[in-house]
């Protein structure tokens, strides 16, 4: 898998539903930032690899699809519940397509904000990956 399914630990009841991640537990790294995406538009976004970065993306409402490729092969998740998470490791390029209005997606980062370690240049990123024998 280009990208490993994370299933949150969950605690429902009459007042509704609790859901947590925690470092070992949901979260494999501490996470140093969050960023979220709202006012969703049918508008693809991403379109780029990191270097370093790994990341836990979370649907908390509506829907998407993420596309991951690692330069040979790729792979598609539909993101429409909030207590099943996707950890998102370095050097596979994404892609974010079909956003419903209502999307809000969580993205909690073990690196703060850094442009060097994008990669957005597809030539690029498949020129890096091509050794790898991943
Ligand atoms: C990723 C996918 C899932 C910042 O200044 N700080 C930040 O922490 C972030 C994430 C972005 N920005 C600025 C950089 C751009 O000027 O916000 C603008 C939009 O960022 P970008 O076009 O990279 O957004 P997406 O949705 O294409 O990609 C984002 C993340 O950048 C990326 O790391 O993996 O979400």
């Given at each position: 898998?280009?990208?490993?399914?994370?299933?949150?630990?969950?605690?429902?009841?009459?007042?509704?539903?609790?859901?947590v991640?925690?470092?070992?537990?949901?979260?494999?790294?501490?996470?140093?930032?969050?960023?979220?995406?709202?006012?969703?538009?049918?508008?693809?976004?991403?379109?780029?690899a990191?270097?370093?970065?790994r990341?836990?993306?979370?649907?908390?409402?509506?829907?998407?699809?993420?596309?991951?490729?690692?330069?040979?092969?790729?792979?598609?998740?539909?993101?429409?519940?909030?207590?099943?998470?996707?950890?998102?490791?370095?050097?596979?390029?994404?892609?974010?397509?079909?956003?419903?209005?209502?999307?809000?997606?969580?993205?909690?980062?073990?690196?703060?904000?850094?442009?060097?370690?994008?990669?957005?240049?597809?030539?690029e990123?498949?020129?890096?990956?091509?050794?790898?024998?991943?």
């Amino acid at each position: 898998m280009l990208y490993e399914k994370i299933s949150l630990k969950q605690f429902s009841d009459e007042r509704g539903r609790l859901t947590v991640a925690e470092l070992g537990d949901g979260l494999p790294f501490l996470v140093k930032r969050i960023y979220f995406l709202t006012e969703s538009q049918d508008l693809p976004r991403g379109y780029h690899a990191h270097h370093e970065l790994r990341q836990l993306v979370l649907c908390l409402h509506g829907s998407c699809d993420m596309v991951f490729d690692n330069g040979r092969r790729k792979e598609t998740v539909h993101l429409d519940n909030p207590c099943e998470g996707v950890i998102l490791g370095s050097m596979i390029w994404r892609e974010m397509h079909n956003f419903t209005r209502d999307c809000v997606l969580l993205v909690l980062a073990d690196q703060c904000y850094d442009e060097k370690d994008y990669i957005r240049n597809y030539d690029e990123f498949l020129r890096l990956t091509k050794g790898d024998p991943a």
